[in-house]
C-alpha cells in the first residue's frame, strides 16, 4: 500500500464519467466531486471520491493549496507537429489577402514545410517534436495524436515516424502516430495520384506496419488533395494491412464524410463543407466527427457543424489540427472554447469533445475519465467553479498538470 497518494483536496472534481458518446450533452449529466481527493497508485487511479474519507488509505498526501478544479487531461486527436520551420511568411501574405495559390506561387505552402522538414535529420527533429508536444502539455493537454505527412517519400516518412517514436521517449506527453503519407501528391512524384498511392501501398505501409511505427492511417481528400475513389482504393489498403484510417474529409468540399462512413473510418476530421445529409449519414454511423476550430481560425474560414453533428446524435470531438500552415495557434483548450460559444456548445458537450469522446477517437480506454483504473493523468485549474474554465475562454489555463501520477514540472 506504501505505493499509494493521494493528490487534493480539489474544490470540485469533474470526473466525465458516465456519458454517452453520442448525441447532446446538458451540464446536468456531468459527475461532480466537491472537496475531491484522488487517490493514485504509481501511474493509475486508485480511487476518486471526497478527500476527507479517501484520506484513511494513505498516510502519503500531496496536498493542493487553494481552490482547484480538477479535470482529466485533454486528449488532442489531430495534430500534424511533427515539422521543422516556420509559415509566418505565408500566414502574412493570407492576411494581405493572398490566395492559397499566390502563396505556392511565392515559395510557400506545405511544399515550403515539407522542404525544410525533409532537410533536418531524425534527432533534431524528434527535438522539435518533443519541444510541441511539451507546448501542449504545458496546456493541459496529455495525449497527443501526431501525424507525419511532411515527408511525402517513403524515407522521409519513416525519418518522421521514427522521429515521433524518438520524440515520444523525450517528452512526458503521449504521442500517438498516424501515418499521412497521403497529404498531398508531392511535386517530385512523377506519376498520377493514383500511382503515388500505390508507391506508398507497396514500399511503406508494410514496413510501418512490420516496424510498429503506427498503427493508423490518414488521406487528405480534398480538393488539391487526393479524390474520393483514390482515397478509397488506399484507404480499403491500409485497412487490409490491418490499419485503423481516419480521413481529413469536408473541408472545402464535400464527399469525404460519405467516403469515411464507407470505408468505416474510425474518424472523419474537418467537416467544414458537410451537408446535412452527410452529417445523418454520419450520425448513423460509427465514424466518430472530428472538429478542428484552430484550422477555422488559422484561414478565417467557418466553422465544422457541431451543434448539427450532436442534435443528429452523432458525437462531437474536437482537436487543435496543429500545424504550421493552416492551423498555427495549437491551443485546444482555447478553440475548442471559442468553437462552443459559435456552435452553442453546452459546457459539458465542449468538455466531453476534448476528453472522454476524444478518448474514442483514438481507441483509448485507459483516459479521459477520472475513475479507478484509468491513468492518472489530471489537470487542475486555479478556480472553484468549473465553468470558469470555459467562461475564460482558453485565458485560464490549467496550474498544476499530473502525467501518469506525476507532476508535469519544468519550463512552459
Ligand atoms: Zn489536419
Given amino acids: 500500500m506504501h505505493k499509494l497518494k493521494l493528490i487534493g483536496p480539489f474544490a470540485q472534481a469533474v470526473t466525465m464519467d458516465n456519458l454517452p458518446v453520442k448525441g447532446p450533452l446538458s451540464d446536468d449529466r456531468l459527475e461532480i466531486i466537491d472537496h475531491a481527493g484522488i487517490l493514485v497508485n504509481g501511474e493509475m487511479i486508485e480511487a476518486i471520491g471526497a478527500f476527507r474519507e479517501l484520506k484513511s488509505l494513505t498516510p502519503k498526501i500531496e496536498p493542493v493549496e487553494g481552490d482547484f478544479v480538477v479535470l482529466p487531461g485533454m486528449i488532442d486527436v489531430h495534430t500534424h507537429l511533427c515539422w521543422s520551420g516556420s509559415r509566418a511568411k505565408d500566414y502574412a501574405m ?7 495559390l499566390e502563396i505556392a506561387r511565392q515559395g510557400g505552402g506545405i511544399w515550403s514545410t515539407v522542404t525544410k522538414t525533409r532537410e533536418v535529420g531524425m534527432e533534431e527533429l524528434a527535438g522539435l517534436t518533443a519541444l510541441h508536444a511539451n507546448r501542449l502539455l504545458h496546456q493541459g493537454t496529455t495525449t497527443v495524436e501526431v501525424k507525419s505527412g511532411y515527408g511525402l517519400n517513403a524515407d522521409s516518412e519513416r525519418k518522421i515516424l521514427n522521429a515521433i517514436r524518438k520524440a515520444n521517449e523525450i517528452t512526458k506527453n503521449d504521442l500517438i502516430p498516424t501515418c499521412l503519407a497521403a497529404h498531398i501528391k508531392p511535386k517530385d512524384f512523377e506519376g498520377s495520384a493514383r500511382e503515388y498511392l500505390n508507391y506508398l501501398i507497396q514500399d511503406l505501409l508494410p514496413g510501418i506496419k512490420a516496424e510498429k511505427l503506427s498503427h493508423r492511417v490518414d488521406i487528405y481528400v480534398d480538393e488539391g488533395a487526393f479524390n474520393i475513389q483514390d482515397a478509397l482504393y488506399y484507404l480499403n489498403a491500409a485497412k487490409a494491412l490491418g490499419f485503423d484510417v481516419v480521413v481529413h474529409a469536408d473541408q472545402f468540399k464535400p464527399g469525404g464524410a460519405q467516403l469515411a462512413v464507407e470505408v468505416g473510418a474510425l474518424s472523419a476530421d474537418h467537416l467544414e463543407a458537410s451537408s446535412d445529409e452527410d452529417i445523418a449519414l454520419l450520425a448513423r454511423s460509427k465514424v466518430i466527427p472530428v472538429a478542428l476550430p484552430g484550422a477555422s481560425l488559422g484561414l478565417g474560414a467557418g466553422f465544422a457543424p457541431a451543434r448539427k453533428l450532436l442534435n443528429t446524435g452523432a458525437p462531437l470531438v474536437i482537436a487543435s489540427d496543429w500545424n504550421p500552415g493552416s492551423a498555427p495557434m495549437g491551443n485546444l483548450l482555447m478553440q475548442a472554447a471559442i468553437l462552443g460559444i459559435y456552435e452553442k456548445l453546452t459546457m459539458a458537450e465542449t468538455l466531453a469533445a476534448i476528453t472522454c469522446r476524444a478518448a474514442s477517437a483514438l481507441r483509448l480506454t485507459d483516459r479521459g475519465v477520472l475513475k479507478p483504473g484509468m ?7 486555479p478556480c472553484g467553479d468549473y465553468r470558469e ?3 475564460n ?3 485560464m ?15 512552459r
Fill in 94 to 100: 493570407r492576411l494581405s489577402g493572398s490566395s492559397y
Fill in 375 to 381: 491513468l492518472a493523468d489530471f489537470i487542475a485549474f
Fill in 389 to 391: 474554465i470555459l467562461y
Fill in 393 to 395: 475562454q482558453g485565458g
Fill in 397 to 411: 489555463g490549467p496550474e498544476i498538470i499530473w502525467k501518469r501520477g506525476r507532476l508535469v514540472t519544468g519550463k
